[in-house]
């Protein structure tokens, strides 16, 4: 199933590294960010959690709830999360999904059709009639230069903490495009 604009998010239940969460329940009536990461332990996908958790306060002052979405299992996240909080110097405390047998991934269309298993998009739900993807674009492009510069960050750099500068520095870069988008969709 491939979401559009306008289309209703489905909801879902899952097990997370904040324990069960149903999509709907914990998003309330706000707004969500669903990251979702081609695999734990990846440079961008690392510093990109670390920087979200680090400006928690201000996707909470804007009502943004932020979850992210892997095919790695629970375990993995756990240690991936630890990970995250020492080389990044935050405190991840927002959902990471365990999802191995894809079903969240699938739901929301995430595993691109013709790349690897888990290849996925990112996607910006917003409250209004049902929830809705908007901003796809964007956040499209936002993925595959993740992917990218993943790539690129790890045949440049053998030394994990210039990967981490590097991965910070194109992060901020995203995350000032995630902001822009969401101050524009709440005017």
Known sequence: ????????????????????????????????????HPADYTPVCTTELGKTALLKHEFEKRNVKV??????????????RNDINETQNCTVDFPIIADEDKKVANLYGMIHPNA????????????????????????????????????????????????????TIILIIYVAILFRELVLLNN
Do not use: C
Not at 10 to 36: C, H, M, R
Not at 67 to 78: E, G, I, N, Q, T
């Open 116 to 167: 690897s298993e888990t290849f996925t998009v990112r996607s910006l739900l917003s409250e209004g009639e049902g929830w809705g993807i908007v901003s796809i674009a964007v956040l499209l492009f936002i993925s595959f230069t993740a992917l990218i510069a993943d790539l690129i960050i790890k045949f440049l750099f053998e030394n994990k903490k210039h990967q981490t500068i590097v991965s």
């Open 1 to 36: 199933m491939s979401l559009r604009l306008g289309d209703a998010a489905p909801d879902f239940t899952a097990q997370t590294t904040e324990g069960e969460i149903n999509f709907y329940k914990f998003l309330g009536e706000g707004w969500g960010v669903l990251f979702s």
């Open 67 to 80: 979850l992210a979405v892997s095919v790695d299992p629970l375990d993995k996240h756990m240690g991936w």
